[in-house]
């Protein structure tokens, strides 16, 4: 599966619209210097998990709208990164991170239990019913992906 990028049009966008410098959001995020909120807003790489919420915090938005996801029906991925995770980070009391991958990758299967949902659900910071909806669409664009074009 498609793992959700950042938007960068969107990066700098809202950076335009703080009033923010490349230099300032640098600074504000910790960075060394403004070279690699350059390369983000270029698109020529994306920044690792943990600095989504981060800009998102610093430009006033919210994480999921610097993403290529739809925010009101966001696959599970998308959910992910915008808590500024990585994958191997999901691990929870009662979910294996394979566990986790195979409900991301929406792979076909049983249907996740409450516990697991709910343990998904309180790693990531949102409601249960968020994340049901997000393993619905993993698994909707999964299957859209296996099956053969016309």
């Known amino acids: 599966m498609a793992r959700p990028r950042l938007r960068s049009d969107r990066l700098l966008e809202a950076r335009k619209a703080t009033g923010m410098t490349r230099e300032d959001l640098a600074r504000t995020l910790g960075l060394s210097g403004p070279a690699r909120v350059r390369?983000?807003?270029?698109?020529?790489?994306?920044?690792?998990?943990?600095?989504?919420?981060?800009?998102?915090?610093?430009?006033?938005?919210?994480?999921?709208?610097?993403?290529?996801?739809?925010?009101?029906?966001?696959?599970?991925?998308?959910?992910?990164?915008?808590?500024?995770?990585?994958?191997?980070?999901?691990?929870?009391?009662?979910?294996?991170?394979?566990?986790?991958?195979?409900?991301?990758?929406?792979?076909?299967?049983?249907?996740p239990s409450p516990s697991v949902v709910s343990a998904v659900a309180q790693v990531l910071g949102v409601a249960a019913t968020r994340v049901e909806a997000a393993i619905r669409r993993s698994r909707s664009e999964h299957a859209a992906l296996a099956s053969p074009s016309d």
């Open 39 to 111: 390369v983000w807003e270029l698109g020529l790489e994306g920044p690792r998990p943990r600095f989504i919420p981060r800009l998102a915090a610093a430009l006033g938005v919210e994480p999921l709208h610097l993403l290529d996801a739809d925010p009101n029906d966001p696959p599970l991925a998308a959910l992910r990164v915008a808590a500024g995770l990585a994958t191997n980070e999901m691990g929870a009391p009662g979910v294996s991170v394979m566990t986790y991958v195979r409900l991301e990758d929406g792979r076909p299967g049983t249907e």
